[in-house]
């Protein structure tokens, strides 16, 4: 997935829910005599639907949830609200990105829409405040909106075939819609990524009523004026910005843009200026006044936003950097009086590559699903092809100053990303670094690494390799690889060291690579077509 897309799939929405303010059977209704339940609203001349799809415990399924619900207090029957689950099913077997314990979670919650219709929301709200403690947070939460006799019939639901069903149903529903990403909203039936504020939602909401407005809906301030600045370079082939301002202007209704190209005075002046306080800036840029902080969107916003000057600029994996050589113009960009390959800046430009038979390269972010499932690919793939097969693995992030880097899914990742490189350092023989890697895969965020030395791999070797200058001296010069042929998407191919292709199955990347290698051994090897390890985003 690029980054630019997944930085869009991470501003997307979903969460796990629940269709609140429904009336409950009546024969239900008297055996929840218990229960405190939310009082109805009166029937409104129209209704908004509105349809999350989540994973329970990703923190921004959480996050909508605890923005939703107060905008249900306050608009009622309203809103047609409906909440979906996104996990895998295969033939019966339940799965989900978090694991197990997320699956429990889902199960009660879905069994919690069932018997308890007018006060789940309670429930879901409080298990979303402590989300990692899903599904053992449930009793209390249970306790707290009043379920009383309820907590153990849905208990019952779901430790049974009842709530597999359901969830299983669930599960149906996101794939049927094509949501992967934890959270994925719909409003009114179109796609919703803005804001995920109580105020966002309201005002999203409000907007889709056709010929009547509840009276929530008069009250909420007008969106705040925010101005984005976009500086690109006409010389980037890839810096195609209309996408991305398309997205924000949906995120931002009063969103006021101007772009500038680094080529003209004026947009030289302001990289130069972002330059002379010491920020490496790459393009395309995109600049956001401090008004930014004011807008219902910026607690989305916030986690992809970094100072540059008197601006914050939105990270969206930007490779270009218009101070350097390009390789393939015929002009001296750097003033060096060397031109395209023959500078030392293009050494890792896919143009002036040469190709290299029976070499495959991989480029991924070690925490990124997509990417994950790829290296867990790589096992089957090298035990075909055995020698035959010169593999490299190398790593997406930026080097923001000297030994100091970023990377999409924060520090954990970068510290795992030096991990696995100083494991290929010691132990590349027959790939043995991948018993490694393949076990982290498993649960790339458990803190406990060193449980995945095994096999003769030493925790102590590479925990002195990663967390020395060494380490850092192999990521920086890691990375230059992915910079240097503009990669920005996890995973990305490259066979015979000139030939990019995406796959995420070993018979893909086998496909792939045997298009420019036909006569190897392993090419006539039967491998499998399905991709092992976390599907989906949590963003």
């Known amino acids: ?34 229960v405190k339940t939310t009082k109805q609203a009166k029937k409104t001349p129209e209704q908004v639907k509105v349809d999350f799809y989540v994973m329970s415990k990703c923190p921004f399924g959480a996050q909508v949830i605890k923005g939703i619900k107060p905008v249900l207090d ?99 529903e996101s794939k049927k819609k094509g949501a992967r990403g934890s959270p994925t909203m719909y409003i009114g039936g179109a796609l919703y990524r803005g804001g995920r504020s109580p105020k966002a939602f309201t005002r999203a909401i409000c907007g889709h009523f056709k010929s009547w407005k509840p009276e929530a809906c008069k009250k909420i301030p007008p969106p705040v004026k925010v101005s984005l600045t976009v500086l690109t370079d006409k010389r980037c082939k890839t810096c195609r910005t209309g996408r991305i301002v398309a997205q924000l202007k949906g995120m931002l209704p009063k969103l006021q843009t101007k772009t500038l190209d680094y080529t003209t005075p004026e947009g030289k002046k302001l990289y130069d200026s972002l330059s002379a306080k010491g920020q490496k800036i790459l393009l395309p840029a995109y600049l956001f006044d401090q008004k930014i902080k004011e807008a219902d969107a910026y607690n989305m916003l916030r986690r992809f936003l970094v100072p540059a000057g008197p601006y914050l600029n939105l990270r969206v994996g930007a490779r270009f950097d218009p101070t350097k050589e390009i390789c393939d113009n015929k002009i001296d960009d750097n003033h060096d009086g060397k031109i395209d390959c023959a500078d030392p800046e293009c050494k890792n430009s896919l143009v002036c590559r040469k190709e290299i038979p029976k070499k495959l390269e991989v480029f991924v972010m070690s925490h990124c699903p997509f990417g994950i499932r790829a290296l867990n690919a790589l096992k089957e793939v090298t035990n075909a092809f055995g020698k035959d097969l010169h593999l490299e693995i190398h790593y997406i992030a930026t080097e923001t100053a000297p030994g100091k880097f970023r990377s999409l899914h924060g520090p954990t990742e970068v510290e795992e990303d030096k991990r696995e490189l100083c494991a290929m350092k010691y132990y590349g023989k027959n790939y043995k670094y991948l018993d490694y890697i393949l076990c982290r895969n498993k649960n790339i965020r458990d803190n406990n690494w060193q449980k995945c030395a095994v096999n003769g791999i030493k925790a102590k070797v590479i925990e002195k390799c990663s967390t020395g200058p060494e380490g850092t001296k192999l990521l920086s010069e890691d990375i230059k690889i992915a910079q240097g042929l503009g990669i920005g998407a996890s995973p990305t191919w490259m066979a015979n060291n000139k030939f990019k292709f995406s796959a995420l199955a070993p018979k893909q990347i086998q496909q792939n690579f045997c298009a420019h290698n036909p006569k190897l051994k392993g090419c006539s090897k039967n491998l499998s077509n399905q991709s092992k390890g976390p599907k989906g985003s949590c963003g």
């Open 1 to 34: 997935m690029k980054v630019t897309k997944m930085m869009l799939v991470m501003l997307g929405v979903t969460v796990f829910g629940l269709a609140a303010c429904k009336q409950a059977p009546k024969q239900a209704a008297k055996k929840q005599s218990a």
């Open 74 to 172: 306050k608009l009622g029957n309203a809103v047609d609200f409906h909440v979906h689950y996104i996990g895998s099913n295969n033939n019966g077997q339940l799965s989900s990105m978090h694991g197990p314990t997320e699956v429990k979670g889902d199960k009660l919650s879905v069994c919690t829409m069932k018997y308890a219709p007018n006060n789940f929301m309670g429930v879901l709200y409080c298990m979303a405040q402590t989300r990692g403690q899903i599904p053992t947070n449930f009793d209390s939460c249970a306790d707290k909106a009043g379920l009383g006799s309820l907590k153990a019939k849905i208990k019952a639901c779901a430790n049974g075939k009842e709530g597999t069903d359901l969830l299983a149903k669930s599960f149906a």
